[in-house]
């Protein structure tokens, strides 16, 4: 496969987007934004975008002419809809499709018909339905729970009131990579398109347990009392399962399929032991990493 120079972001305004962005301007791609409305001075200039109609195979062509790989990072209300975006890839000549997934254990087959996971698994297969037919070739990247949200909200642990509601018995493992370092991992992708062609690459920047932070969280704020409960994993799926399947696609309880999964440590492999990291170019974190980490979020 030829030298991928210019590439198109879907989505590129939200929560990961920007960070994709961002990596591919450093790497010196040629980037293109496609976006449903653009928003004035929110991209680099050296940035072009493009307004698409995202259900109009013909408006999405016309916007990815010329371009060697689409990267979607769109949100995850919009995957199904990605179908589109792969016809338009295919018919404008894309070669490379990273589709939005940026998963945890969406990769697992055991969960390729649960809500929330099954279109993921509809987009995968339509890939690489593609790709079989040598229209198009494609990249899946895993990446763990985004850093930023497994700390950035009482999740893990609720750093702000020091409380710990464990998961299970609190040693369910769990990979994690910040958004800057997903990115990454989606420039560097695109610089080894051979060696990432039509493939699962996982990266992992950490693997923690609620139990190895409260470890430390002790070890840098002794002074801290913990305030420690337990949830069963199989009983807040259970709970999600039963809402959807009575009609309820509410966040909540759509929030509970995600925790019981990717909470549920290896049970869904929701922690990475082999990784692409270095292919990637993703440094691991260190024990110290985590320590400076755990003490500012308690600091
Ligand atoms: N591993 C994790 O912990 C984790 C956490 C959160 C998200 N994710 C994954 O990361 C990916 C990006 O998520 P995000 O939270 O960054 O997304 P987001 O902020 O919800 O949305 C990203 C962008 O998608 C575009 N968009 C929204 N609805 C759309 C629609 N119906 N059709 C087409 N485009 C639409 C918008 O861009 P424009 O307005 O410019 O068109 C929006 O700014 C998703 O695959 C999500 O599942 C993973």
């Given at each position: 496969m030829s030298e991928i120079k210019s590439v198109a972001v879907a989505g590129a305004s939200g929560t990961l987007g920007p960070h994709v962005l961002k990596a591919l301007i450093d790497a010196n791609f040629q980037v293109t934004v496609l976006t449903r409305a653009a928003k004035p001075g929110a991209y680099d200039t050296s940035v072009k975008v493009v307004e698409v109609d995202y259900t109009s195979v013909d408006s999405l062509t016309a916007a990815l002419k010329g371009i060697d790989a689409l990267v979607s990072a769109v949100g995850h209300g919009a995957t199904e809809s990605q179908t589109i975006l792969i016809d338009a890839s295919v018919a404008a000549g894309v070669k490379r499709f990273i589709p939005s997934e940026y998963g945890s254990v969406s990769t697992n087959s055991k969960l390729e018909t649960f809500p929330i996971y099954a279109p993921m698994f509809k987009i995968k297969h339509y890939l690489q339905e593609k790709a079989k037919a040598g229209k198009l070739t494609w990249t899946v990247l895993a990446c763990g729970g985004f850093l930023e949200f497994l700390f950035g909200q009482p999740f893990l642990l609720d750093f702000a009131n020091h409380k710990a509601n464990l998961f299970d018995e609190g040693d369910n493992r769990m990979t994690s990579t910040s958004l800057p370092n997903v990115g990454k991992a989606i420039a560097s992708i695109l610089k080894n398109a051979k060696a990432t062609e039509n493939k699962i690459v996982r990266i992992s920047e950490v693997i923690v347990t609620q139990n190895g932070l409260l470890k430390i969280a002790e070890e840098v704020r002794p002074d801290i009392k913990w305030e420690i409960s337990k949830v069963p994993t199989s009983a807040i799926l259970k709970q999600g399962l039963d809402g959807v399947a009575a009609g309820d696609f509410s966040m909540p309880t759509v929030m509970k399929i995600l925790t019981g999964t990717v909470a549920a440590g290896d049970t869904?492999?929701?922690?990475?032991?082999?990784?692409d990291n270095e292919l990637l170019g993703i440094k691991e974190f260190s024990e110290e990493d985590l320590k400076k980490l755990v003490a500012e979020k308690l600091a």
């Open positions: 869904y492999g929701a922690a990475y032991d082999e990784t």
